[in-house]
């Protein structure tokens, strides 16, 4: 993957696209997007802005990085400049077109799922209800724990 090839598949995908080459902003189905490259060190990152980190509470940011773990997958939250993002970070030579297309519907439903589901698919690797919770909590009660 380069610039180029990068950008033709954003062009695709977007709405709109502006910006120059390594720096572009978009919008996909009304969210705004970033894209930043740098060939030089081979780095590439799809990002969208959610919200103003002051107004996340505790419960938010617990909530975001337990997405993280579990249901974010190739995206995170994260915070940077005091906004939330929902990001995604790759190396750009080794991206595939079907990566990129995936980043893109990821970061998406990231930003787009953020304080409900805070999932960037519908699948969820991982994660357990709340009743699968407790259960567990139960049962390591009840053994011993090994740690590593």
Not at 15 to 32: A, C, E, H
Not at 61 to 70: R, V, Y
Not at 111 to 121: C, D, E, L, N, P
């Amino acid at each position: 993957m380069n610039n180029n090839a990068l950008r033709e598949i954003i062009h695709t995908k977007s709405d709109t696209l502006g910006g120059v080459s390594g720096n572009w902003k978009f919008i996909y189905k009304q969210i705004p997007m970033l894209c930043v490259t740098d060939e030089t060190n081979n780095r590439m990152r799809i990002i969208s802005p959610i919200t103003e980190s002051d107004n996340l509470d505790k419960d938010l940011l617990l909530d975001a990085m337990t997405a993280n773990f579990h249901s974010a997958l190739d995206v995170k939250y994260a915070i940077s400049n005091g906004i939330l993002w929902s990001v995604y970070i790759h190396p750009l030579k080794e991206l595939t077109n079907e990566q990129v297309e995936s980043a893109i519907s990821q970061v998406y439903f990231a930003a787009k799922t953020f304080g409900t589901t805070f999932s960037s698919t519908q699948l969820l690797f991982g994660g357990r209800n709340n009743t699968e919770q407790q259960n567990s909590k139960e049962k390591i009660k009840e053994e011993k724990i090994h740690k590593f």
